[in-house]
C-alpha cells in the first residue's frame, strides 16, 4: 500500500453523458487520474483504498440530469459514487484511522478522498465475506430489513410476494418472510433466478415473469387467496397486476420500480381504485432513514449468517473495466443475486 | 303515523338495470310497493319510516355487477341502500323502541324493514338538524374524521390539499384541517363552490379545476412548497398532478376517485414512482373500519357544530321522486355540498 502523501495513479469510471432510456457501457468511460494519498493538515477527510463496489438500480436515477435534491445527478466527468467497501489509508478525523475497513457511498475510483467520512460505517466483523458489506450487510441488507418489518408490519402465516425477487434486496426480504413462517412467492426473470428462489432461498413458489402471458393470471395461480404484502422492486404492469390480487388491508413496500427507470414516459398504472376497494397501504421508503438503526440489524443478521439460517447469493466482476458492463447488466437482468465489482481483495 | 301491524303503501327508488359508465335517472324507477309495519313475532327486525336519505359517490359502485363481497351489487328490482335517517316504527329487537331516531343503512323507500338494526345508530341529539345524521354527523363525518386525523397523521403548519373540498367530505376535513392549523386548498367544480370554499369553510385557497387547462401548474401555484397531505377524493389526472407536487414523506388517504367510477377503463396514473422518490405513504379506507369510534367521533363534533367552529352545507332535495336525479347529480357535480333527499320530515 502507498505510504503517507504518496500520489498514485488511480483509475476511475466516469460518466461520460446523462443517460436517457437504458444506459450503455459507453455512457461510462474508465479513465486513468492521479491522487494524493495524504490528507490536508486539519481536515476531517479520509482516504480510502476502495476493495467492492456495489451496483445498484437506484444508481440510474442519479445518471440522469434531476432537480430533485433527494436523488442528486451525477457530475459529468466525474466518477460515479455508489455503496463500497475500503480499507482507510489516511485519516483526518479522529474516529477512523489507518488500515480501518468501512463500507459507505465512496466514488467508482481505485482511491477515494471523502470529506465527509461520517457517512461511513466501521466494519467490525470479517469472519464473513467482506463483499457482504455491500449486500447483506450493507445498504441492500438494511433495505430488505426495514421495508420488510417497518413497512411491510408483516404477521406469520401471510401471503408475501416479491418481484424481483433473486436480487440484492429481494432475495432477503423473501428469507426473512419465510423465518416469520409467511407464505413466500417470488417472480425472477430467468429459469435459473426461478431455480434459485424455490432451491436455495426456500421460496415456497416461484415464476419467470417473462414466461407469463398474463400476470394477473400467475398471480391467480400463485396466491389463489390473494397477496397481504408485496415487496415492490419492478413497478408499471407488475404493480397494476398485484394491485388487482391484493387482499383486504394489504401493504405494499415500494422500494424501487425498475422496468420504470429507463422510459422516456413510465407506464401507466390502472388499477389503483384497488386501494379504495381493499383498504391497501402503498408506502415509499428510503434506506437513509433507516440508517440510524444499522446496529440492531447487523446484530441481528449477523448470527442469521453464521448459522447458515440466511445465505447470500452474489454475481462478482472482476476489476473497474468490468464496472461498467456489471451496472448497465443490473437493467437487462445479467446479473444472478446481488452485482458486486471487485477493485482490489485489500 | 301508521299504527301496528298495518299495510300501507311504500313508495320506493328500486335500481331498473345495472350501470355502465356515467348512471342515469332511467336506471332507477320510481314505483309504488306495500310493506306490513308489524314485525313478525320473535324476528330481533325493526321497522323504519325513512326521513332523510344520503347520495354518496360510493353508491356508483353497488350499481355495477360486482363480485366484491366488500361492495356488494345492488339487486335488480329491489329498492336501492343507502344511509339514511329515520324514525322506528315498530321493534323486536330489544335496543330499539318506537319512535327511536336512528343513523344507518336503509332502503331507498318510505318504509324499511330492517332485519339486521344492530347496523343503526341511534341518535340521542336533536338540536341539530337531523339531516346532519345523513352528513357531518353521520358516515361523511366519521370519514372525514377517521381520514383526516387517523389516516393523514396531519400535524401543526402542514400543507393540506383536498379534492372535491365541497362535498359532503371535503368540505368537513378542510375545516378539520384548519383548526389543526394547517394551510389548506381546495379544488373544487364551480365558481359558486369556489367561493364556498374560500369564504364559508374559511379554506385559504381554492381553484375551480375546470378551468385549469395544467393541474400541475395549478398545484404549483397553490403549493409553492408542495403538499404534505392529499385527501384524494377523485383520482386519476388529479392524483397524477399530485403525485408531482407531494413533499417528502407526504401522506395520501384515498377516500375516494370519483373522476373513475364511471369509466369503462381507468385512467393511467404515471407518476408514481413519486412515492419511492418522495416517501409518499398512499393509503384508502373505509368508514366502517371506524364506526366503533362513533360515541368519540361525535361527542368531539357536536360541540363544534353548537359554538360554529365548524359549518355544514347541504345540497337538499325534496322527496323520493327527486332521490335518482340527486344520485346521477353527484357525477356532473350538479350538487353544491352534501347531498341529501327528504322522504319525510318528522
Redesign the interface.
Known sequence: MAGNGEVVSNKQVVLKNFVEGFPKETDMEVKTSSISLKVEEGSNAVVVKNLYLSCDPYMR?RMTFSE?P??ASYIKGSPIQGYGVGKVVNSGHPEFKKGDLVWGTTGWEEYSLIKNPQVLFKIHHTDVPLSYYTGILGMPGITAWAGFYEICTPKKGEYVYISAASGAVGQLVGQFAKLMGCYVVGSAGSKEKVELLKNKFGFDDAFNYKEEKDLNAALKRCFPEGIDIYFENV?GKM?DAVLLNMR?RGRIA????IS?YNLT??????????????????????VF?FFHQYSKFSETVLPSIREGKVVYVEDVAEGLENAPGALVGLFSGRNVGKQVVVVAKE
Chains 1, 2 share one sequence.
Open positions: 436515477n430533485n433527494e436523488f413497478g404493480l383486504v415500494v422500494c424501487g420500480m420504470q414516459r413510465p407506464e401507466g398504472v390502472y388499477n389503483l381504485m384497488n386501494v379504495v376497494y381493499k383498504r391497501i397501504r402503498i408506502e415509499g421508503f428510503a432513514d
